[in-house]
């Protein structure tokens, strides 16, 4: 046990990890799945009044400062009232493959779905229904778990642009590729060997063959994201000029708006050639037209901004 594990263990006994919390929960009568884990298992609060009246399935991810309640003590005001004691209790059911955002509360009653995502600061109650996503106070239905799967896979090359530029911005260098462990779908080879950082990524939740089966079958979702993430300096050699508009422009450093145009004409343009059905040498010479007025509109927008060499 390292030292900081061991301040944790001294400090929250057996909510000093996912491990500790998760066994200790069983050990008192709670029915809890495999692939269970609690991030920052101190701050959570998972009621053990009645322990057997909660169940967590499957591949369940409870974030910071959650609670989960199967009692309700409000009846305190009534009894005050009119003297009566009036119980309140209920089941809490927490399905397979879900995860609950930060500082969401599950209310006694509630019964989670499998394949369900719970948005931060929710508050859960009565039965949300499986593979959708849910948020606010009350928690309610934001969308299916498949559109939201179409929103992710859109968005990736946006974001891991975004925090590229901004590493290169604080720290004046080009990130590690490794940095980007969450979307390096977008930028490794199918057939080279990946380094221990990415396959790790594969092992979460025992995830291995399924990821690296998906991971085959897809496809680089831009080329542009290789150049982008090369680690090497940023001369302007001619090499650059070699491929297509848009990775020229990449590489000379345009502003974020202008970088993502040429993105977006990237993305278009190979949308079109897979539907043109041949590769981007073979693209239809409509597509690769219209490829090249985006990238050069872009360039003329750029070069009104800042000089380009």
């Given at each position: 046990m390292g030292l900081k594990q061991l301040g944790l263990q001294l400090v929250y006994g057996h909510k000093s990890s996912s491990e500790q919390y998760v066994s200790w929960l069983r050990s008192q009568g709670m029915?809890?799945?495999?692939?269970?884990?609690?991030?920052?298992?101190?701050?959570?609060?998972?009621?053990?009044?009645?322990?057997?009246?909660?169940?967590?399935?499957?591949?369940?991810?409870?974030?910071?400062?959650?609670?989960?309640?199967?009692?309700?003590?409000?009846?305190?005001?009534?009894?005050?009232?009119?003297?009566?004691?009036?119980?309140?209790?209920?089941?809490?059911?927490?399905?397979?493959?879900?995860?609950?955002?930060?500082?969401?509360?599950?209310?006694?009653?509630?019964?989670?779905?499998?394949?369900?995502?719970?948005?931060?600061?929710?508050?859960?109650?009565?039965?949300?229904?499986?593979?959708?996503?849910?948020?606010?106070?009350?928690?309610?239905?934001?969308?299916?778990?498949?559109?939201?799967?179409?929103?992710?896979?859109?968005?990736?090359?946006?974001?891991?642009?975004?925090?590229?530029?901004?590493?290169?911005?604080?720290?004046?260098?080009?990130?590690?590729?490794?940095?980007?462990?969450?979307?390096?779908?977008?930028?490794?080879?199918?057939?080279?060997?990946?380094?221990?950082?990415?396959?790790?990524?594969?092992?979460?939740?025992?995830n291995t063959e399924r990821s690296q089966q998906a991971f085959i079958r897809s496809e680089l979702c831009s080329k542009t994201m290789r150049l982008f993430l090369n680690t090497s300096n940023r001369t302007h050699n001619e090499q650059y000029r070699k491929g297509t508009s848009y990775d020229y422009l990449l590489h000379h450093h345009l502003q974020p708006a202008d970088e993502l145009w040429c993105c977006f004409a990237n993305l278009w343009f190979e949308h079109r050639t897979t539907q043109d059905g041949c590769g981007r040498k073979g693209a239809g010479l409509q597509s690769q037209i219209l490829l090249h007025v985006y990238a050069a509109t872009a360039y003329s927008h750029a070069s009104r901004h800042r000089t380009l060499p």
């Open positions: 029915h809890i799945g495999q692939h269970v884990h609690l991030y920052t298992p101190w701050s959570i609060k998972i009621d053990t009044q009645r322990p057997w009246m909660i169940e967590i399935g499957d591949n369940v991810h409870i974030t910071a400062d959650c609670s989960i309640l199967q009692h309700d003590y409000s009846w305190a005001v009534v009894q005050r009232l009119t003297g009566e004691v009036l119980g309140s209790c209920g089941m809490v059911r927490i399905g397979n493959n879900v995860f609950i955002g930060q500082k969401s509360l599950i209310l006694k009653g509630a019964e989670i779905g499998d394949n369900t995502i719970i948005g931060a600061g929710s508050v859960v109650t009565g039965h949300l229904e499986g593979n959708a996503v849910y948020a606010g106070v009350p928690a309610k239905k934001i969308s299916s778990l498949d559109v939201y799967v179409d929103k992710r896979r859109n968005l990736q090359l946006e974001e891991a642009t975004l925090l590229v530029r901004k590493y290169e911005e604080v720290y004046d260098k080009r990130p590690p590729k490794e940095l980007l462990r969450e979307f390096f779908w977008l930028f490794e080879s199918r057939d080279a060997q990946l380094n221990e950082t990415f396959q790790d990524v594969f092992r979460l939740d025992d």
